[in-house]
């Protein structure tokens, strides 16, 4: 009784708005403990078993994880999916039917084997077999050339790195796993004309003349922006092409990289030779390439979704690819052509929404997705910085963006990383060499050509 009176006593001396709140609390609590609910709460069962139970959540619900201005994590597009597949022609198919498609990177300052993978999409588990096998594999010095090739279902099937003139570290996937050879010459290089004329399609013609699968898939992709074999090759045209092999007692062990081409057609005439950076000029010295764009759009948007093919949903655990690069770009920003070339694709998709495909040259196509207005139509050439679309938020959106892709040798690569064509000459400090060897091997390659 005295603590009460106690309590009480304090409680008066209180300020006002204290005794007020206090009060006001007291009834919240009491309240709360007198109140029931009218439906008796029940228990949760003990879930006793141990086999996996798979709950289906709405993809509404899942579309809240995504990040925003991208796609949700759910919609994933198929690079398979007949609506993005891009017609091959006749020298397409030929070649696809009897060589791998080999992919080259050349190791710039600061690359490591695992951002080379990570730029081309490759899986990181083959990168570990292949050090597993040969950890030397790690060590990549600035400027030597890298060379793969990959399975169907996106293994790496031959990988090659070129150390020196000389020497070459080879790998190739088997029943057993990547067997590892070191690979040197140890003979001496040397030319070989091969000649031929154009009796029915340019790839036959070249096989005829002893030119290999390979060889021809490197002369198509070298001359892609100067002469079109698949639609410009005609009956009569006349070729004559340098080989260098390796000869070791008089005998050639290697079928030889191509060196040079001299092609006549009619009154046109077509003459490339590889420089010692790997790529091909004509006979001044001038880029047979056609430069491409990092970015498609006039100026930088904030990226709101990176590459990355491994991509994992946060509550299913699978692999979610994401093979592009979106922008978060207002509604009605221009889309610009990342390079010459031909419009192939432009419709509207379930997924992508409204978008546009663009073939540049063999080697590479770019895809627009999620736009708001299309600018061009199938068949429109279109040339590097030219407005092809307006971006939007069409198909399976979290918010007005451009998804842009980049596919190389029909694989999607990071756009934002690898390197991209230039379209420079050889500097000027060897410019002068260069001419002087190029118009020696032309008189040459001219001196076999078929009459």
């Avoid at 698949?230 to 260098?244: I, L, P, Q």
């Avoid at 430069?291 to 948007?301: M, N, S, T």
């Avoid at 690819?321 to 998709?349: C, E, S």
């Amino acid at each position: 009784m005295k603590i009460l009176k106690v309590a009480a006593l304090t409680i008066k001396q209180l300020p006002r708005q204290h005794r007020i709140a206090l009060a006001s609390t007291s009834l919240l609590v009491v309240a709360a403990m007198m109140w029931q609910p009218s439906t008796p709460i029940k228990q949760a069962s003990t879930f006793q078993s141990s086999e996996r139970v798979d709950v289906e959540i709405p993809i509404g619900d899942l579309d809240v994880l995504s990040e925003q201005n991208s796609e949700p994590l759910g919609a994933v597009l198929d690079p398979e999916d007949p609506e993005f597949q891009v017609p091959k022609d006749e020298l397409e198919q030929q070649l696809e039917e009897v060589v791998d498609v080999a992919h080259t990177h050349k190791v710039a300052s600061g690359e490591t084997l695992g951002v080379i993978f990570s730029q081309y999409a490759l899986p990181l588990n083959d990168m570990y077999r292949l050090i597993k096998v040969n950890k030397s594999i790690q060590k990549l010095g600035v400027g030597q050339m890298i060379e793969w090739s990959v399975t169907e279902e996106g293994r790496v099937k031959e990988f090659t790195i070129r150390r020196n003139a000389k020497v070459m570290d080879s790998y190739t996937l088997t029943e057993q796993g990547y067997q590892y050879k070191k690979l040197e010459e140890n003979g001496v290089i040397k030319p070989v004309m091969l000649t031929g004329r154009i009796s029915g399609s340019f790839y036959q013609s070249a096989r005829s003349a002893g030119l290999t699968p390979s060889q021809i898939q490197t002369l198509v992709q070298a001359l892609q922006w100067r002469f079109d074999f698949g639609r410009e090759a005609r009956k009569g045209d006349r070729f004559a092409v340098s080989v260098e092999r390796e000869f070791i007692d008089g005998k050639a062990v290697t079928r030889g990289d191509v060196k040079a081409l001299y092609y006549l057609s009619g009154h046109r005439e077509v003459f490339v030779m590889r420089h010692e950076d790997g790529q091909f000029y004509d006979e001044g010295g001038k880029s047979l390439n056609r430069a491409l764009r990092r970015i498609p759009l006039a100026k930088r948007y904030r990226i709101s979704s990176s590459f990355n093919p491994r991509r994992k949903h946060p509550v299913t655990g699978r692999i979610s690819p994401h093979n592009g690069t979106d922008f978060a770009t207002p509604i009605g920003t221009p889309v610009l052509a990342a390079g010459d070339g031909v419009v192939v694709k432009a419709r509207k998709h379930p997924l992508a929404g409204n978008y546009v495909v663009i073939k540049h040259g063999r080697e590479y196509m770019t895809r627009y997705l999620h736009l708001h207005r299309l600018l061009v139509k199938v068949g429109d050439k279109v040339t590097m910085g030219q407005r092809i679309a307006l971006s939007g938020n069409t198909g399976r959106s979290t918010g007005p963006h451009l998804h842009y892709e980049l596919i190389k040798k029909n694989r999607a690569v990071n756009a934002m990383k690898v390197p991209l064509p230039q379209a420079e000459p050889i500097s000027s400090k060897q410019r002068g060499r260069f001419t002087q060897l190029a118009s020696d091997e032309r008189q040459k390659l001219l001196a076999v050509m078929p009459g």
